[in-house]
């Protein structure tokens, strides 16, 4: 049974830092694509970020670029999101995912719940003024 698990959410002031973790169980993460997602009240689910098992190339949506990082120890299956320069508008539910397309059209991919066979249940950031 493959198991997603987000942990490292909470209340942050603007202009600090989260590191978010993502530990999987019956899925290698090194084999497999990995990727955040952020969901706000009232909004769609949107892709933030992806790593490639293949190449290790990394892609990032507009609204992070430069300000998250992605990245994963396949020693401890754990899957990271670093997140530096924390804006009131990436308050969200985060979401990890497995197993989901991941090259240079992901900035640009429409979400679905078929994006990605694996979910986790999400892990909440909350920044405040």
């Known amino acids: 049974q493959v198991q997603l698990m987000e942990s490292g959410g909470g209340l942050v002031q603007a202009g600090g830092s989260l590191r978010l973790s993502c530990t999987a169980s019956g899925l290698s993460i090194n084999v497999n694509h990995m990727g955040w997602f952020r969901q706000a009240p009232g909004q769609e689910r949107e892709g933030i970020s992806c790593i490639s098992w293949i190449d290790d190339r990394e892609y990032y949506s507009d609204s992070v670029k430069g300000r998250f990082t992605i990245s994963r120890d396949n020693s401890e299956n754990t899957l990271y999101l670093q997140m530096n320069s924390l804006k009131r508008e990436d308050t969200a539910m985060y979401y990890c995912?497995?197993?989901?397309?991941?090259?240079?059209?992901?900035?640009?991919?429409?979400?679905?719940?078929?994006?990605?066979?694996?979910w986790g249940q999400g892990t909440q950031v909350t920044v405040s003024p």
């Open positions: 995912a497995a197993a989901l397309p991941c090259d240079s059209r992901f900035p640009s991919m429409t979400y679905s719940p078929r994006l990605a066979p694996y």
